[in-house]
């Protein structure tokens, strides 16, 4: 009986929690890109390999979900790209909601920005960050894809760690 009680009352909390946060277009558009710019050259490729993880799974859920559909625009040179420019590029590809993505740090930590917003408004509904150090860096992106999935309201395939974990325990090669 109380093993019940406290899983009733932790999908309770859960569901309260989620009806808290901005509510989502029914029909999910999302773009997603390095957003805000970034100029620091050496996080860029960690964060290509990042956004390429969670556009890959996302694409996978968009075959159960058919109300979400997942536009990359990361090869987009957003460094370029102004607040109107980034509403001019959402609505030329269709797209309703923003998922950016943006990577600070130094050798030691790394902070992950996950933001979802309305890419007609500019407004913010959701955001997210993941802190990693160094050595842990190599789980950051499973990590990303969760919490990019969870912002979404996106349910992702059970095996999604072992089809995500890296090639090397390597910090240094990742």
């Given at each position: 009986g ?6 009733t ?17 029914h ?23 990042i ?9 996978r ?14 090869q ?18 269709g ?22 917003q309305?890419?007609l ?30 912002l979404?309201?996106v ?20």
């Amino acid at each position: 009986g109380g093993r019940c009680a406290a899983g009733t009352s932790l999908w309770l909390n859960r569901d309260t929690v989620e009806n808290r946060l901005p509510p989502l277009p029914h029909k999910r558009f999302v773009a997603l890109l390095p957003w805000p710019p970034t100029s620091d050259s050496q996080s860029k490729p960690l964060l290509a390999g990042i956004i390429d993880a969670i556009e890959n799974e996302l694409a996978r859920a968009e075959i159960s979900d058919r109300d979400l559909y997942v536009i990359s625009s990361h090869q987009t040179e957003s460094a370029a790209l102004g607040p109107a420019e980034l509403r001019k590029l959402c609505q030329s590809v269709g797209a309703n909601l923003l998922l950016g993505a943006f990577l600070t740090g130094d050798e030691r930590q790394f902070r992950l920005h996950l933001t979802v917003q309305n890419a007609l408004t500019d407004t913010v509904l959701r955001h997210r960050q993941l802190v990693s150090t160094a050595a842990e860096l190599t789980g950051l992106i499973p990590k990303a894809v969760e919490a990019a999935a969870a912002l979404l309201n996106v349910r992702l395939e059970q095996n999604l760690t072992d089809r995500l974990a890296p090639p090397t325990d390597s910090v240094a090669a990742l």
